[in-house]
């Protein structure tokens, strides 16, 4: 038995050599922790900013993906895009533990952040910076905004919109075209405007979702697996309930393109949308959706987390 403990010792401490000699991330990481204490001249809280100018085409896609903190899209009559990205972290080797990409695509532009490979000590025990995400861009874009561990904001868009794995709450103004939303964990406020064929699509959103609807929108909305209940708050739409499924539907205008909700944690509201001419979104807007019947889950800490609440969000969707 001591000869087998022996072993096991010897294997153990060989792996720790080899890491300690060939990771420096391990030795600079014990470093940090043995002079944090003697070190008076520590230099705290350091930040970056990036912006970047660009000029699109009316119908090009800007893309956000992966990003640790909020988005806010700025629309306008422009045909400029303007990129600024503020990252701040502990240190200057928080900052370096992700990579920031900000460039051109054959169909518009891509902001995101991912992941840089460090040293063992980093990854086990260092802190991702948080990322500030503003853009200001034409009303005549698709915007597409994936993983991202904050919240969310735009104007109005001209195109289609996707939003997928969001870890907060989402505030979109009047979309045209096609909407397809899910995996939100938080409230959702989003305008429509007209909708081609494809419809809008909602699923797996842990919060309320209000509906802002404008005037001579045709549409037919259908709502399922619902963890709450749906209802009209516009004069000329009546929502219908089927009982024994727990199914809602209603019909906007003269019916047409399909709205449909699914594995939602919350009320839906359909209200009617003001105007229709808000250009910006505002970092100091109230969210105006319901809260959800069952409590909603605390803030996850960073985007890879993301996918679970996603899945959790899918499972309460299953057992409706």
């Known amino acids: 038995m001591k000869k087998v403990l022996l072993v096991v010792v010897l294997i153990v401490a060989a792996a720790v050599l080899g890491l300690w000699r060939s990771n420096g991330g391990v030795r600079a990481g014990l470093n940090r922790v043995v002079n944090a ?3 008076n001249d520590s230099p705290g809280v350091t930040n970056d900013e990036t912006r970047k100018t660009f000029e699109l085409k009316p119908g ?8 640790n903190g909020f988005v806010e899209v700025q629309t306008s009559d422009t045909k400029t895009a303007e990129v600024y990205v503020r990252r701040t972290g502990d240190d200057a080797n928080s900052l370096s533990r992700r990579e920031l990409i900000i460039e051109e695509t054959g169909e518009g532009i891509i902001v995101r952040s991912k992941r840089k490979h460090t040293g063992l000590w980093d990854h086990l025990f260092g ?8 853009i200001k861009a034409p009303r005549q874009i698709a915007l597409s905004i994936r993983g991202v561990n904050g919240r969310v904001s735009s104007g109005d868009i001209e195109g289609s919109l996707e939003m997928k794995g969001i ?4 505030e979109v103004g009047l979309v045209n075209e096609y909407v397809q939303v899910g995996g939100i964990n938080g409230s959702i406020s989003l305008g429509l405007r007209r909708l081609d064929e494809r419809g809008a699509r909602l699923s797996g959103i842990n919060g309320g979702v209000e509906l802002k609807l404008a005037s001579g929108l045709n549409a037919d909305l259908s709502a399922k697996g619902m963890n709450g209940n749906v209802r009209s708050e516009i004069s000329d739409v ?4 089927d009982d024994h499924w ?7 205008g003269d019916g047409g393109a399909s709205i449909e909700l699914s594995g939602i944690n919350g009320n839906v509201r359909l209200t009617r949308a003001a105007g229709g001419t808000q250009s910006t979104a505002s970092a100091d807007q109230k969210p105006a959706s319901d809260e959800p019947k069952t409590p909603v889950s605390q803030k996850l800490p960073d985007t890879q987390r993301l996918e679970k609440a996603e899945a959790g969000l899918k499972a309460i969707k299953s057992t409706q």
């Open 37 to 39: 204490g003697s070190a």
């Open 238 to 241: 009546t929502v219908n309930k």
């Open 167 to 170: 870890n907060g709450k989402v």
């Open 246 to 252: 727990t199914r809602y539907s209603a019909r906007i």
């Open 60 to 67: 090009a896609r800007v893309e956000v993906q992966g990003i």
């Open 127 to 134: 802190k991702d910076p948080k990322e500030e995400v503003t």
